[in-house]
């Protein structure tokens, strides 16, 4: 009788022992697939920043800031950094943070002036894709590249949005910083070639003031944008303007104080018609 008692007693034992292992671990694969890091685990979408979408904070507590100074978005056509695509063709995009922070992730999206996803996403390293958008896959990577095939016919400028997170603690919940930035690039060198000719387009730059001084001629009263973009390819400072006047324009546009000397690459929108001029910055 005792030794049934034992028996029945180390059974029962096991059971729960086994009932509560098997409740850890369902406890724990329950976080993990909810996490967006786990590579098999939740999809998380439309969170780059973009408008009208929100961004890491809608599952990260902490805040957003600028992200002109901390994202570096390189797109490459081969191993030559562009500001311009080629409808069609398919370009290797990189990202990177400045500082790197111990915990990171991030999410891109490519859209037209319509706010239309554009282009097509595949994966190279360290990211994956999630509603044609480019998303991290673990947040050891320093850095993250993938491809993006820009779409079969000119659709204007494509803005890259970008949404970079400095994860805060162990519990991921705890001073986050998330960094949005926006990245050009307008339609190929020969299409912009053209445009630029027809607006009889000058662009200059002034050290008394720290201004770009611009030129140019219009056939339409359009909406005027203003990008500026580093050799890199990285968009450092953009303007939304008013409206141009038929004829003769000019417009001046203060830039920043922190901006580096050295040489850029201006561009100018009226509409989705674009110009562009390499201006040295020499304060």
């Known amino acids: 009788m005792k030794k049934n008692y034992i028996i029945l007693s180390a059974l029962v034992l096991t059971a729960g022992m086994f009932s509560f292992q ?13 996490h ?10 439309s969170v780059a920043g973009a408008p009208g979408e929100s961004s890491c904070t809608s599952c990260h507590s902490g805040n957003t800031q600028s992200g002109a100074s901390v994202n570096t978005l390189t797109v490459l056509s081969g191993t030559t950094p562009v500001t311009h695509y080629t409808p069609g063709a398919t370009y290797n995009v990189g990202l990177t943070m400045s500082p790197v922070p111990t915990r990171r992730g991030f999410q891109a999206v490519a859209m037209n002036s319509s706010n239309t996803v554009v282009g097509t996403v595949g994966v190279l390293v360290g990211a994956r894709i999630v509603s044609n958008r480019a998303m991290h896959s673990s947040n050891a990577d320093v850095a993250w590249s993938w491809t993006w095939t820009a779409p079969s016919t000119d659709v204007g400028n494509v803005t890259f949005y970008v949404a970079t997170m400095a994860a805060g603690g162990a519990s991921n919940q705890t001073g986050d910083v998330v ?5 050009v690039l307008t339609a190929s060198a020969g299409l912009t070639e053209q445009v630029k000719d027809k607006y009889n387009f000058n662009a200059g730059y002034s050290s008394s003031n720290n201004s770009v001084i611009m030129d140019f001629n219009s056939l339409v009263a359009g909406e005027m944008y203003f990008n500026l973009v580093d050799l890199n390819g990285r968009s450092v400072f953009t303007y939304k303007m008013g409206t141009s006047s038929i004829g003769s324009n000019n417009e001046k546009i203060v830039l920043p104080e922190d901006l580096k000397n ?3 690459v201006v561009n100018m929108f009226v509409n989705n018609n674009a110009m562009e001029q390499k201006i040295m910055i020499q304060k």
Not at 37 to 43: D, E, H, Q, S, V
Not at 179 to 183: D, E
């Open 22 to 34: 098997k409740s850890g671990n369902g406890k724990v694969e329950s976080y993990l697939k909810g």
């Open 179 to 183: 960094y949005l930035s926006q990245h």
């Open 262 to 264: 050295g040489m850029y």
């Open 36 to 45: 967006h890091f786990y590579p098999t685990g939740l999809n998380i979408g």
